[in-house]
């Protein structure tokens, strides 16, 4: 049986792959269970200190699997205990939670909750083939998944109205013009730049990267006296970490510093 969905550990990055290449990896709720299971344990495991996140076969992901949910309306329903957009409003937190960092390697199509995960990441690496498209518009829906949240805080209000609202499909150029894509490679450079980048960042403080994320993602919401007490506290666990004690004996040493995620 074809695994739908691929882990693999390359040093302290782990990718997870979706991997339904005939339906340009649509997801189902076999796809989302074992997106949520594969996000869940990489969160737990220690020697972890990046994610990146997936599709494979010339697609990130065309969004929901329309076909399943028809079948749902016909009364074929072989998970009748997950509801599907349920699961997919987890899956999407558990993403944008990761207390480490994460990236979206983008090849082809990213599509309405395909792409509402790709936004949960902290970056997105796009190939120069792909496709960005919010896609609920299309078929009379709001977005579900996140993405009414997500988008406005990359691209901006304005930006933001005129994807949704238009369902139009941007390229990656336009993508990256307006923020929601890092960085724009050539297809077949994609998977070299983008593990690379995520190596580098595996290479930092882990403590103090996730720390950080937390704290920026959750700037908007406190005020500027507020966010300064978290940046306090925060600093109270990080100066008790190896990482923290090896930056100062790097830099009072005037060399590269070697942090090892503790």
């Known amino acids: 049986m074809t695994e739908l969905v691929q882990v693999e550990d390359r040093n302290a990055v782990r ?120 896609a609920y518009t299309r078929v009379g829906y709001p977005p579900d998944c996140g993405g009414s949240w997500l988008l406005p805080r990359l691209i901006g209000l304005e930006a933001a109205k005129l994807f949704v609202y238009s369902g139009d499909a941007w390229d990656a150029a336009k993508a990256k013009s307006v923020g929601m894509v890092t960085e724009v490679v050539p297809e077949d450079e994609l998977e070299g730049r983008t593990m690379a980048f995520a190596e580098k960042l595996a290479s930092g403080p882990t403590v103090a990267i996730g720390l950080a994320k937390r704290l920026i993602d959750a700037a908007h919401r406190r005020s500027f006296a507020e966010q300064l007490e978290e940046e306090v506290q925060a600093g109270k666990i990080c100066s008790k970490t190896e990482d923290h004690a090896e930056g100062l004996a790097a830099a009072n040493e005037r060399r590269a510093p070697r942090f090892v995620g503790r």
């Open 15 to 134: 990718l997870i792959a979706i991997n339904r290449p005939e339906s340009r990896n649509a997801i189902n709720t076999a796809v989302l269970l074992g997106l949520r299971k594969a996000v869940r344990q990489a969160a737990k495991a220690e020697h972890l200190r990046a994610l990146v996140i997936t599709g494979r076969g010339g697609a990130f992901s065309a969004g929901a699997d329309v076909k399943e949910w028809a079948d749902k309306q016909k009364g074929i329903d072989p998970y009748p205990d997950h509801d599907w957009v349920d699961e997919a409003i987890q899956l999407v937190q558990e993403v944008a939670r990761f207390p480490k960092p994460t990236v979206a390697m983008i090849d082809g199509a990213a599509v309405g909750a395909g792409l509402d995960m790709a936004l949960a990441c902290d970056f997105r690496f796009a190939s120069s083939r792909a496709k960005f498209i919010c």
